[in-house]
């Protein structure tokens, strides 16, 4: 249970991700479920969500969309930044067969979950997504995390030419999966869980909304009735994505 209140760490080490992210490695941990994130504050510039990439060491992969984004992608080792949390509710394991579905920076959801998933010797497959080669994010942290990986690009500069989609069809046809699980674009999530719905398997996603408070009290995260920062981010697809 978080305190509320923010913890500075340093910046020990950075990763490059693709053309416009960076994976920032941080001095210390942070005890977190799968798909929980936190609020990162960079003083003077803003305070916004992130998912917990890693819990030990914390870090996080960020993608440069504006400038809270861009200031954090300038950190360099030793720059600090603060951080509350983890907030929100994440990613249980639903079985022990994980199809792990990634567009974009929402792939840094995804990594926790096969860390853990992996560490009870559950069986992982990871399918990652982007427009471009450059679009991809974090093969190797689930690599490390010891899950199999299918890269897909719309075009085709860097794994199976196509979407995430076309990975994703023939497991769900053989029945691999117990469970499927989705960060990325909100059209993405849709069709995938329109996939597993088809062959019968349970999808989850994590939706990003726009937050201020993390916490369940501003109102401007707002998914229909429910507060993605405190009912989810992490939902049952067929509850948020009606198809
Ligand atoms: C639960 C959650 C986890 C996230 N995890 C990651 C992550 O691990 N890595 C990552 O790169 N991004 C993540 N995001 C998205 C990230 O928070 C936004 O991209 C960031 O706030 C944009 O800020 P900015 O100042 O750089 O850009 P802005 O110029 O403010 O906005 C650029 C884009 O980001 C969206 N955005 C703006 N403010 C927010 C906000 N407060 N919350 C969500 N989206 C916003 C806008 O709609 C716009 O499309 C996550 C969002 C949520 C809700
Ligand atoms: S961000 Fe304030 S209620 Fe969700």
Known sequence: MSSGL??????????????????LVL????????GQFVMA????VEERPLAVMDDDPLSLTVC???????ALCALRPGDRLW??????????????RHLLVGGGSGTASLTLLAKVARSRGHDV??????????GLMLEWRFREAGARVALTTDDGTAGAHGTVLEAVGPLLAEGWPDA???CGPEPMLR????????HSVPCWVSLERVMRCGIGVCGSCHCGERLVCADGPVFRAEDVLPG
């Open 64 to 70: 440069e969309v504006g400038p809270f984004t861009c």
């Open 83 to 96: 951080v509350r949390g983890p907030f929100g509710h994440g990613f249980g394991l639903h079985g022990r």
């Open 41 to 44: 504050w960079l003083p003077g």
């Open 180 to 182: 499927v699980y989705g």
């Open 125 to 134: 497959t990871a399918v990652l997504g982007a427009r471009a080669a450059e």
């Open 191 to 198: 069709a995938l869980d329109a996939r597993a719905r088809a």
């Open 6 to 23: 923010h913890t500075a760490y340093r910046v020990v080490r950075r990763v490059e991700e693709g053309a416009a992210g960076v994976s």
């Open 27 to 34: 001095d210390g941990t942070l005890a977190a479920e799968p």
